[in-house]
């Protein structure tokens, strides 16, 4: 009797691991649905920071303001200030008026401004969220003539900007 039991028991195991179930193309669907608000988004730092600020010089035109030009020599300031950020796992302003005083004295600006924002997954997204805050799209509208950005992935590969914009003495 035991055999038997055992034997139809072998039987039962293999069968049922040998069938496998199917869902319907609906709940397929509905599953992949799901997983696309899952998905690791991808970001090239460099690449965005070029889209960005071509997007603040585009919005800046588009209300009669000057573009604004590059400045690689504040660079620097930016980019220390995301890997603070990301080291405190903060968004701040923290330490701003020492980075200021710093570009000032380097090339003779006379006004420097920021902008940081952080987890934004396009540049789009993250010139619309600096718009729709009154101090941020002040600062973007502002009487600047250059400006410099960096964006920098934290380990989880969210995106921390900062945005220094500058204005100089003109001639």
């Avoid at 496998?20 to 730092?45: F, Q």
């Avoid at 950020?85 to 000032?104: C, E, G, P």
């Avoid at 010139?127 to 799209?137: A, D």
Wanted: charged share 25%.
């Amino acid at each position: 009797m035991k055999k038997l039991y055992f034997a139809f028991l072998a039987v039962a195991l293999i069968f049922s691991l040998s069938t496998c179930s199917k869902t319907s193309n609906n709940e397929e669907e509905k599953l992949a649905e799901a997983l696309l608000g899952n998905e690791k988004v991808i970001i090239d730092p460099e690449k965005m920071e070029g889209e960005l600020l071509d997007l603040v010089n585009d919005h800046r035109a588009s209300i009669g303001l000057t573009k604004l030009q590059a400045n690689s020599t504040s660079y620097k300031y930016a980019q220390e200030h995301n890997d603070y950020m990301i080291s405190k796992n903060k968004l701040s302003h923290d330490n701003f008026q020492s980075r200021a005083s710093k570009i000032v004295e380097e090339i003779n600006a006379v006004k420097v401004g920021e902008n940081v924002a952080r987890y934004y997954s396009t540049a789009e997204l993250t010139l619309q969220g600096w718009l729709n805050s009154s101090s941020h799209k002040k600062t973007i509208e502002d009487s600047y003539t250059h400006t410099t950005l960096s964006i920098e992935l934290d380990k989880n590969g969210r995106a921390y900007f900062t945005q220094i914009f500058i204005r100089l003495e003109q001639p």
